[in-house]
């Protein structure tokens, strides 16, 4: 009687408990309002400037708040735009080759009033002022005179044929075959105005080679590359991977036009492909005062020098970086252009907010940076949510889903999305959206016993994210077929377990 009302009993509540498998699921707004409103606006913008493709960061201080690709890289050979795409960034080239001449004034090589020709293997001498020295100062500030003779200025489908060194000696120097005192160099004298010039800062380039004994592009990656997660960057086609380099396009009214990759004979002042996310390292460097996840590339005092107005006749300028009002903010930064390239690398000092937009069109994304920079100032008012709260058993055996419920919350009441590692390699990335304080209830199972930490942590509608929770199950292993299947039972009937702490007194009031 007794084990007949006992197996009666099981059957009953697993029948009962098997209707809650077929129960109705609760429908979830879905709604992602603020990143899809950012979305929209850059692909409008990117519709209306005939841009294929575009890739963009934030950082804030100095973590990546947001990060996003759209568009195609090369539509002939249908890629889209991934977050490792490269660009070619034109002159915010130029940040980083003042950014590698300063490693070396660091280093005691030279002072920024130092005359240039006591270290070059050549004499740059301004024709029209030959008694007057050109300095560092006056190469990094646009003020040295020497100005870009567009009939010289090469360009080639692939890496330019010509060394820039060679160019440059050939460009400066009398008797060379790109020489010319009249329209290499401006009528005023060094030192009293400026002109914006890339030969002059493609000879900052050769300055870093001659004085550092080191190729110029071997110098950036040991200096500053290998520091900044920047290894994918390069100066030079042959030294990258072809296939992820996205091709710059010309729109002409009616569709893209592949330009090819296209070098110039004046590498250091703008031949430097990278991607967004490379790029907003070195940003985030600058922003940091010179350092980069806690290890300092370039002193604290370097950044203040070059990010200071340097001339009495221009007072947006330092040393290469320009000082620039977006909507308001006050910003440093460079941008660049090319055939079929726009980018722009831009932060402000006071809220640390940093854009890098780098595209494969022809118009300024400078519009889309400012809705960046707009999104990144609601991102610092922003709360982030709270670790996610985890429920569920803290042991179990193999091959036996296992519920757990995790429930989080967010200050600001914004959507959430959830990221769980369940401790075996299997896991649940960013799903969602739920409500702020709605409990999740997921299931999973492990296939062998051991010990497993399940971590999660949430991140909110405006990407901020929460610490990590972690919650720790053992899985012990079992031998004995009949308590393996007594202890599944129980796991999955906790009402057993009731009734096994009290089962003297229930049967004994059924055989009363």
Known sequence: MKNTLFIFLIGFLIISNSFSIFGHSQSVNRSTINLEEIDNLILNEMQVN????????????????????????????????????????????KTITASALMKLYEQGYFNLYDPINNYLPFNVIHPLYPSKDLTFHMLLTHSSGI????????????????????????YLVPGGEYYDEVNNFHTWEPGTSWTYTNVGVALVGYLVEIISQVNFTTFCEENLFNYLDMNESGWYLRDLNMSNIAMPYHWNGEEYIPYGHIGWVDVPAGDLRTSSQQLINFLTMFIKNGSYNSQEILKSETVNMMLTPQLPFNQNLGLIWWKSTID??????????????????QFEPKTKIGVVVLTNGESNPIQIVNILFDYAETLIENSPPTPPDIKGPCKGIPEVDYDFVFVAHDPDEDEIWYYINWGDEDIEEWIGPYSSGEEIKLNHSWSENGRYFIKSRVKDSRNQESSWRTMVINIPKLRNKNKIFCFILIEKLPILRIYIRYKDRFLNFFSM
């Open 147 to 170: 100005i870009d003779n567009w009939e010289y200025m090469f360009n080639f489908v692939g890496d330019a044929p010509i060394p820039f060194q060679t160019f440059l000696e050939e």
């Open 328 to 345: 308001g903010r006050i910003v440093w930064g460079h941008g660049g252009s090319d055939y079929g390239a726009r980018a722009q690398m």
């Open 50 to 93: 005939h841009l294929p493709g575009l890739s963009a960061s934030i950082v804030i201080n100095d973590t990546v708040m947001w990060k996003n690709v759209y568009g195609y890289a090369d539509f002939e050979e249908n890629k889209k735009v991934k977050n490792e795409t490269l660009f070619k960034i034109g002159s915010v080239s």
